[in-house]
Each structure stands twice: as structure tokens, then as C-alpha cells.
């Protein structure tokens, strides 16, 4: 590759960062055709995020790492992400040999994928040499197969619940994790049934960590399926999925923790700050024609990107990259949001310097279960039983906040 050098970035965003997260976005092209997926709603906002100008190619995609470890020092992660990721899976299959057989210290490798193709080879490659693997599972099987189907029109769920079933059953050092994208399909029927099959199933299939993550937007919001009666029936599904939390956390038989729901519970009892975005700071996301983005969900909204790799450097695009981030306490919205403390960093995919007519549905997720974590805790108390409480986040999180 030979020697590499550093054009001009903007230097208190990308110099210096400590920690960083560097997302390779190997394809846009997926074998699934989720009814929801921002892919399909973001064609008219940019073409860059449906079709790619290049595709990445070892020599490429290596020395776009060299390129950041020269300027920023070796990342703390390195995640792979689509798109569907293993599309490319002989790309990453390289990539990852090619850092170990330097012998030198290399990152910690992630991956984002709906798991239909981790099998085989793949699945053992990714046991032996990722730290983490995210799954795409929406739920139990009515859930999951509402939305998520394949090219041909299919419900996915059986294939990859299999397959991470097989993965989890080989697996000893990966933390595995999902995101379930909440959608109106949860409020058809019994609401309580759906949500306890959810939450059996990533029992089952041994999650250590999940988020759920609503999806955007009237057409499959859990906050409009029916205009005079969609808030009260969300709010009776966060209620539930809170509690279904809830009672295992206290009880100390939590196997699948909730990421958003344990942020909003140690904000509430003041064992957390909130929680800054990494967007320009530690967190970039690169496409294979080579543009570099403050964070991937700056790609998601059609964003132009903050900085590209020409030859052996990296060239400032905008001008305004100090300024770049999310969610932040600048943000006007931030003044009027009950939950910025503990929410998910999903949030910031909905936030942006201008305040906006209503609640985004992701808030309005947050909010309801922040009211709800708030009822629970505070009927321990009336039961005077807030030792059970204090027991329960020393159990789970004393060691790790």
C-alpha cells in the first residue's frame, strides 16, 4: 500500500479520537425486502444511498483503514455493515486475515446483519475472530414475517431463527445482540401475547442485550395505526414490554437486558449522565466510493458526507464539521424532551436543529417508557421495597457503571 499522508480534516472532530468506531457500509444491496427499510423510503434523498459509484476492494478498504490509523490512531471497533454485510462476506473474510496475519494489535470486529446468510463457513469465521454480532429479529414469527420478508416475498423468520439458534449453540465470546424494529404489527391482536413471545424468544435464543427500535413514520407507526386510539394502545404495549423488563430486572432473573429501558432507569436514579453523540467525534461510517460521514445515521438521512479519502489523504468537504452531532443539548428540541437522559442513540436519527411539529415517534417510545420505569420504581417504594431496587442495579450494573 506504501506510505500514506494526512490532508486537511477538520482538526478538533477528527484529530485526537480516542475510542473511535469506524463503520465500513460494504453494499447497499440486501436479499431482503423489509416493507419498512430506510433503503427504500431514502431513494429520492440521495442516490449515494442506494447505489454506490464503486465497491470496496481489498486494497481499497485497506487502505482506507491505514489512512484513519495514521491520522487517528487504530480504532476501538471496526463494524461491518449494509446493506446486508455478508453479501460481502469473502470481502470481510479478507479484510480480517489480512489484519491478523500482520500480527500486530487489531480492533474489535462487529457486524450488523439479518442472519440469513451466517452459516457454514461465515458463521465459524465470525465465532472465532468478532467481538460482537447484532441480529435484525423483529419478534415472534407473526411479528417478524409482517414486514421482514425475502426477494420473493417470503416471512424470513424460520431461516434465521434457525441460524442464530446454530450460531449461539457454537458460540462462547461473542455478545450477541438484537434490534427489533417495533412496528404497527404488535397492536394487531393480543398486544400482551405478542410482546411475551418476544421477549420468550430472545430468552431462547440466549440474547444477551436488545434493543427495540420504532420504526418512523405514519404508514407502519405504532403511534397512528388507528387516529383516535393509536397512543393509548402504544402506550399499553411500552407498558408491557417495560414490565416484561421490568419483573425479570427485579427479580434478578434478567437474561436479555433492554438497552433503552436500562439507560432511562439509571438517568432516573441519577447513576448515569446523559449520554453525548459521538457523530464526527469517534464515530464515522465510510461508503466504498470513499466518502466519510459523521456517523451512519448522517447516510441514512441523505446527509452530505463530512470528508472524503482521495489518493493517500483525507479531504475536508464541509466546512461546518465541528458543529456536526445529532443529539445534543444545543439542539432546541432538547429543552422540551423529557428523556434526554438515557435515551437511545437511535434518537438522533430523528433530531435535528429545527424544532419539529410534534413529538417523532421514537420520543414519544421513550417518553412513554420513562413514565412507566418511573411508575415502577416508584410503587416499590410505596411498598417500601426499593432495596429490591438498589439489589437489582448493583447486581446487574454495579460493576459496569
Excluded at 76 to 86: K, Q
Excluded at 92 to 113: E, S
Excluded at 319 to 343: T, Y
Aim: charged share 25%; hydrophobic share 40%.
Amino acid at each position: 500500500m506504501g506510505n500514506v499522508s494526512v490532508g486537511k480534516v477538520g482538526k478538533n472532530i477528527l484529530s485526537g479520537a480516542e475510542n473511535a468506531t469506524l463503520v465500513f457500509v460494504l453494499t447497499n444491496a440486501c436479499n431482503y425486502r423489509c416493507g419498512y427499510c430506510y433503503e427504500n423510503k431514502s431513494l429520492s434523498a440521495s442516490l449515494s444511498l442506494s447505489y454506490f459509484r464503486d465497491a470496496f476492494s481489498l486494497d481499497t478498504i485497506l487502505k482506507v483503514y491505514e489512512i484513519f490509523c495514521q491520522y487517528n490512531g487504530m480504532p476501538e471497533r471496526i463494524v461491518f455493515f449494509g446493506g446486508e454485510p455478508l453479501i460481502k462476506k469473502d470481502l470481510i473474510y479478507d479484510f480480517v486475515n489480512a489484519l491478523i496475519k500482520t500480527g500486530d494489535k487489531v480492533p474489535k470486529f462487529d457486524m450488523i446483519t439479518n442472519a440469513s446468510l451466517l452459516e457454514g463457513e461465515i458463521r465459524d469465521f465470525v465465532l472465532e475472530y468478532f467481538s460482537a454480532v447484532t441480529f435484525s429479529l423483529d419478534g415472534g414469527k407473526e411479528i417478524h414475517d409482517s414486514y421482514r420478508k425475502d426477494a420473493a416475498g417470503n416471512g424470513t423468520f424460520d431461516s434465521i431463527v434457525e441460524n442464530i439458534r446454530e450460531f449461539q449453540i457454537r458460540n462462547i465470546n461473542v455478545k450477541t445482540a438484537v434490534e427489533a424494529t417495533l412496528t404497527d404489527a404488535y397492536l394487531e391482536g393480543d398486544i400482551q401475547s405478542k410482546c411475551k413471545e418476544t421477549w420468550e424468544l430472545m430468552n431462547f435464543l440466549s440474547i444477551q442485550v436488545m434493543d427495540f427500535i420504532p420504526v418512523k413514520g405514519d404508514e407502519y407507526s405504532i403511534f397512528s395505526i388507528h387516529e383516535n386510539t393509536g397512543l393509548r394502545q402504544a402506550q399499553d404495549l411500552v407498558n408491557i414490554l417495560v414490565d416484561l423488563w421490568f419483573d425479570d430486572f427485579i427479580s434478578l432473573q434478567l437474561r436479555t437486558d433492554v438497552v433503552s429501558f436500562h439507560n432511562l432507569l439509571l438517568s432516573l436514579i441519577k447513576k448515569r449522565k446523559p449520554r453525548g453523540c459521538g457523530a464526527g467525534k469517534n464515530y464515522f461510517a465510510v461508503t466504498p466510493d470513499l466518502s466519510v460521514y459523521s456517523c451512519q445515521v448522517a447516510l441514512f438521512q441523505g446527509d452530505l458526507p463530512n470528508w472524503h479519502i482521495e489518493e493517500d489523504k483525507i479531504v475536508e468537504l464541509r466546512r461546518d464539521s465541528e458543529n456536526v452531532g445529532h443529539a445534543d443539548k444545543s439542539n432546541p428540541f432538547c429543552a422540551v424532551c423529557e428523556c434526554l437522559e438515557g435515551c437511545s442513540c437511535y434518537c438522533r436519527a430523528q433530531w435535528d436543529h429545527h424544532m419539529p411539529e410534534k413529538l417523532p415517534d421514537i420520543c414519544h417510545f421513550h417518553k412513554f417508557a420513562r413514565r412507566r420505569i418511573l411508575e415502577r420504581i416508584g410503587l416499590l417504594y410505596e411498598k417500601n421495597e426499593q432495596g429490591m431496587l438498589k439489589k437489582a442495579v448493583s447486581f446487574y450494573y454495579g460493576k459496569k457503571e
